[in-house]
């Protein structure tokens, strides 16, 4: 009745074979199987050909590894715990063959499975003919491991398409496998996700071989808003060494354009993507592109193993970009992700030019974003000339919020935050925020970090605090810790001196009353070089809202140095009311 080679398939027939035909108005399952041995140590990939049309998500093919005590009965389907396993989709609406490749867990190394091929149509409406397969195989691929090349000619792949299609097939042996990629070498490409994981002591390596450029992979196209040109798709134990990304400039349409150069996300919510390494390189997209990111990292974890966690971004540079990296948790929050520069070298958030870090957008705007993450660590970086050109929206350098843990912010420049608008009226421009989340007992410590040059081009009058250096929110909470020591912040905000209110410290809350955070702070130097100001308009070195009292139990904030330029409606500090002396603060 039907073959894609041959004369013989096996397909679902009304009338003993004849025909390739069903009752659709006639509910039924019917099942192909037989058992199949798994040879050890080598990790298996079915194959076979199939058409049908019937009715989506109720007339269509499945297929099932159960044990081989498993008999399946007609007229009964397998869903849920406890029946078989399924593989790959659910097949239907297609009335040509199609070739389908499931390449098998290698948990079914040396294992006897019962393959089922099952059938059903639900009696209502559907579409002949239904389901026909042929040249069913299994076959074996033996996992990657050792050391590959990629290269234009004559290495074992010319592509990264192919070398990760090859690791997606056949998995990762034992001691792992690196990928060395001649340098110098660029290639147009939108390579496939990465679906497998390696482990601590068999990776899955991207590396620079050689001396000279860095490769560099160019995006070739797309279309909607979340492409990216390596994906991480719940892959675990993957390094990206000294590989270059850039946007393809020959795009003009953003849907056509990368929104990220470097994208994790999870596979599951039990599935995230840990323990990878991106670092080495640099990075360059499309700021015209709204959504685009240099790095972005986004899970729906419902556990620990479902979330984006141990996870290195080191000695990167992001230039021409909305945002530069975007790591944004869950409720099962990612853990110990770490930003940095590393062996005398720093991660760099906007290049040399003014303005290369945001836009005109209806959205805040981020050097670096981290939203529910547990124990991070952010340190050697240079935030730079980042910028918004839209009064109604935030502009930082970096903003975390939500966090937890022991988090550590050390050692970043962070300068040349500007908001271009001209606008009457104006929102927040800030170099650091952070909201630490009030569980079990977060403790945030912030050194040996340089804040300046956070500028507005504001024009008209708005007197609240606009320009902050670091802001520290939610300080009214009890069982949480702020370590502030050796931090240089200087703020000038005489570009828009007499229209907007500033200060080099924030320390903040979402209520009036007494504080009951425990900030240390010591050591550090708080400047302000504003212009005299009047009115309303003023600059301070700190400025807490709501209270006289900023500091919670076991505080300690001594050794800090104060400047204020221009005491013309600038003071030390704001504490219930305005602090003109040392001694008054």
């Known amino acids: 009745a039907t073959s894609y080679a041959g004369t013989r398939s096996a397909y679902i027939s009304n009338d003993n074979g004849v025909s390739n035909q069903y009752t659709n108005t006639t509910p039924q399952v019917a099942h192909l199987y037989r058992d199949v041995v ?12 199939w058409k049908g049309y019937g009715e989506g998500n109720y007339d269509d093919l499945s297929i099932y590894l159960a044990e081989t005590s498993f008999v399946p009965v007609a007229n009964s389907s397998y869903v849920g715990v406890g029946f078989p396993t399924q593989i790959g989709s659910t097949y239907s609406k297609s009335n040509s063959w199609n070739f389908v490749s499931i390449p098998l867990s290698i948990a079914y190394a040396g294992t006897t499975k019962r393959l089922i091929f099952s059938w059903r149509n639900d009696g209502s409406i559907g579409s002949n003919p239904p389901s026909a397969i042929d040249n069913i195989k299994i076959e074996t691929v033996i996992p990657l491991s050792g050391t590959k090349t990629i290269k234009a000619s004559g290495g074992d792949y010319s592509s990264f398409t192919d070398a990760i299609n090859a690791i997606n097939l056949s998995g990762v042996g034992n001691g792992g496998i690196t990928f060395l990629v001649d340098a110098g070498f660029e290639i147009t490409e939108n390579p496939p996700a990465i679906t497998v994981s390696g482990t601590s002591s068999s990776p899955i390596i991207f590396q620079k071989s050689g001396s000279g450029a860095n490769p560099k992979v160019t995006y070739l196209d797309g279309s909607g808003t979340a492409d990216a040109v390596f994906k991480l798709n719940g892959a675990d134990y993957v390094t990206f060494d000294g590989i270059d990304v850039s946007d393809n400039y020959s795009l003009t349409n953003n849907d056509d354009r990368a929104e990220y150069a470097f994208f994790l996300y999870y596979k599951s919510e039990t599935d995230g993507t840990q323990y990878n390494t991106i670092k080495n390189c640099k990075i360059t997209l499309n700021r015209e592109n ?8 986004a899970n729906v974890a419902s556990s620990t193993a479902g979330t984006n966690s141990n996870n290195k971004f080191l000695n990167i540079t992001i230039e021409n970009s909305a945002c530069g990296i975007y790591l944004a948790g869950s409720s099962s929050k990612d853990q110990n992700n770490e ?17 290369d870090i945001g836009g005109q957008y209806s959205s805040d705007v981020y050097g670096i974003y981290a939203y529910r993450q547990e124990n991070i660590s952010i340190h050697h970086c240079e935030i730079k000339n980042v910028f918004h050109g839209n009064y109604n929206y935030q502009l930082f350098g970096m903003l975390l919020t939500q966090v937890v843990g ?35 007992n977060p403790v945030c410590n912030i050194y040996n970090n340089y ?63 007494t504080y009951n955070t425990t900030i240390k702070c010591m050591n550090n130097i708080f400047a302000n070089y504003t212009s005299a100001q009047s009115g309303s308009y003023k600059h301070y070195c700190v400025y807490s809202y709501g209270t006289t009292n900023p500091l919670g139990t076991n505080s300690n904030w001594n050794f800090n140095d104060y400047y204020v330029h221009n005491t013309t409606n600038g003071f030390i500090g704001y504490a219930g009311s305005d602090k003109v002396t040392l001694f008054d603060w």
């Open 38 to 49: 798994f040879p050890a140590n080598e990790i298996p990939v079915l194959s076979f050909y």
């Open 290 to 297: 709204y959504l685009s990111k240099g790095i972005y990292s």
């Open 339 to 355: 930003i940095g520069g590393i062996n005398g070298r720093k991660c760099y958030i906007g290049g040399s030019n003014s303005n």
């Open 406 to 440: 022991n988090c550590n912010i050390y050692n970043n420049s962070i300068h040349d935050i500007k908001n271009t608008s001209t606008s009457s009226s104006q929102n927040r421009i800030v170099g650091i925020q952070i909201y630490l989340e009030n569980i079990n």
């Open 451 to 513: 804040i300046y040059n956070i500028t507005s081009s504001l024009t008209g009058s708005n007197s609240s605090l606009n320009i902050i250096g670091l802001h520290l929110y939610a300080i009214n909470e009890t069982n949480k810790t702020f370590n502030i020591y050796n931090n240089t912040i200087k703020i000038d905000a005489s570009s828009s001196y007499d229209v907007t209110s500033s200060t080099c410290l924030w320390l903040n809350s979402y209520s009036t009353g």
